[in-house]
């Protein structure tokens, strides 16, 4: 809230996340690689990445999400850990990069926190149509970032 217009979020965002997960999870990209956690329960958190999506910032961690009841325990920091472990193994020499919404301050603040860096700043074109800034972060490879 606050990002996209109330009519997407009340309106059709359901069914667009719907259809893409429809799609992400039944007719997976070859690169696509997503992690779920449990607590025996429910799930609490989920990540999703491309492997080798941009040939200079390499896998795109796309999606990064955990539940509001599970957040500041190290969920998010495992998942993302993980996502840089699985491309290092599957896209050698490859970073990780991600894209953070201006606005997203708490985010921004986490994906420092976890040593990632701004390296550049673009305009996202929303689902509702509109504008959004937002910050390209970054993990270089581990070799380049223990030299």
Not at 65 to 84: C, D, E, N, S, Y
Request: aromatic share 8%; hydrophobic share 35%.
């Amino acid at each position: 809230r606050g990002m996209l217009t109330d009519a997407y979020l009340n309106g059709s965002l359901l069914e667009d996340r719907y259809t893409l997960w429809q799609q992400r999870l039944t007719s997976a990209a070859a690169n696509q690689h997503v992690a779920v956690l449990d607590d025996g329960s429910q799930i609490i958190g989920l990540a999703c990445a491309f492997g080798g999506h941009d040939p200079v910032w390499g896998t795109l961690l796309e999606n990064l999400h955990v539940a509001p009841t599970h957040k500041r325990k190290g969920i998010g920091r495992t998942l993302v850990q993980h996502v840089r472990r699985w491309s290092e193994q599957n896209h050698p020499g490859a970073g990780v990069h991600l894209w953070v919404l201006a606005p997203n301050t708490p985010a921004q603040s986490f994906y420092r926190r976890l040593n990632a860096k701004s390296v550049e700043a673009s305009i996202w074109h929303a689902p509702d149509g509109s504008h959004i800034a937002q910050h390209r972060y970054t993990w270089h490879p581990p070799q380049r970032e223990h030299p």
